[in-house]
């Protein structure tokens, strides 16, 4: 079956320190990856995307990811967190088959202390 | 750019009652359309999706519905409420991007 897995549920950071929020897939292909953001009672905001090129992909906010095809992975980063990049992150991914799913993972907690 | 509207916001509604929750979208035409359901403030549940008027895909069978009744509005429904279905209700939009865009959410409390 199709699954995203996001293996820790709360990442805690200080202010400043760099962020690695984890994500791995097991989709057949060459999936679409995406990571997304929610802040409380809000809906999911987009952060970016990998679909082909560059494994190092920049997105908003000063967030990177890096995809790893042979260990079936997109983890989030930052080189400094801010106390503002507290909120939920999602990593979804979407196959490249006609069903057009999008698949999410259950969440990481990202709680930066000041 | 896409914007996608859903309401209403929150939504308090007694056990056996019935449920209409409508997205509309503005800005693009002939999108894809979903219904993610997420509880307690995690994991997000794909209910169903939407590639065109009247064609609805079900991921889990369950005690909701929805329908697709114009090109830019997606709509979900029950006909009596359970307690499980509490949750926040968020509907999505994909049109040739290949990122989704999200509405800001329903929270419905069954009680």
């Known amino acids: 079956a199709q699954s995203v897995a996001q293996p820790e549920d709360q990442v805690n950071v200080a202010e400043g320190n760099p962020l690695t929020v984890k994500c791995t897939y097991s989709?057949?292909?060459?999936?679409?990856l995406f990571w997304y953001v929610q802040y409380p009672n809000r809906g999911l905001q987009f952060l970016l995307k990998y679909i082909t090129g560059d494994n190092l992909v920049k997105g908003s906010y000063g967030f990177e990811a890096e995809f790893n095809k042979s260990q079936t992975s997109f983890h989030l980063k930052k080189p400094s967190a801010l106390v503002s990049d507290s909120a939920l992150y999602f990593c979804?991914?979407?196959?490249?088959?006609?069903?057009?799913?999008?698949?999410f993972g259950t969440g990481t907690r990202l709680q930066v202390f000041p | 750019s896409q914007t996608i509207h859903q309401w209403p916001a929150t939504l308090v509604q007694p056990v056996g009652s019935p449920l209409s929750l409508e997205c509309t979208v503005e800005g693009t035409s002939n999108p894809n359309l979903y219904w993610y359901r997420q509880a307690a403030g995690r994991g997000l549940q794909l209910l169903f999706y939407s590639v065109g008027i009247g064609q609805i895909s079900s991921e889990v069978p369950q005690n909701l519905s929805a329908s697709r009744p114009q090109d830019r509005q997606f709509i979900l429904s029950s006909k009596k409420l359970l307690l499980s279905d509490s949750g926040f209700y968020l509907c999505a939009c994909r049109h040739l991007n290949t990122e989704a865009f999200f509405g800001q959410g329903t929270r419905l409390t069954v009680v």
């Open positions: 989709v057949s292909g060459n999936p679409y």
């Open positions: 979804a991914v979407r196959p490249r088959d006609n069903t057009d799913k999008l698949i």
